[in-house]
């Protein structure tokens, strides 16, 4: 029994490490995402960090309007970006997990 509990805190922290290694990963995974006129295009990674942004000059003639499109792109890579880390994670996490009962959330 007590081997068992051995074996299963190395695979968890096998795991926990994988869940780690996939986070560094991800920093590196960039997302584009442009509005639909492609006036403005923002560059995130998977971990949600803005890499670049791209203004069309016409668009700061217009505040309001600016701030409508980086709010509207913004959210949408942001959505995209959360999709592909939760994604990445819950795969490693799901991989790495013993099964251990109440545990079932990562599935």
């Known amino acids: 029994m007590f081997g068992d509990m051995m074996g299963m805190m190395s695979k968890l922290k096998e795991a926990q490490k994988k869940v ?6 991800l920093h590196s995974v960039l997302i584009d995402e442009a509005s639909s006129d492609g006036k ?10 803005v890499k ?15 701030e409508d499109y980086l709010i509207l792109t913004l959210n949408k890579a942001i959505a995209k970006a959360t999709e592909v ?3 990445e994670i819950a795969a490693v996490a799901k991989e790495g997990m013993p099964n251990i009962p109440g545990m079932d959330m990562f599935k």
């Open 85 to 87: 880390n939760e994604t």
């Open 20 to 25: 780690e290694e996939t986070k560094e990963r």
């Open 52 to 66: 670049s942004i791209s203004i069309d000059n016409e668009l700061l003639e217009d505040k309001e309007m600016l």
């Open 40 to 49: 403005l295009k923002v560059t995130i990674t998977a971990n949600r960090t």
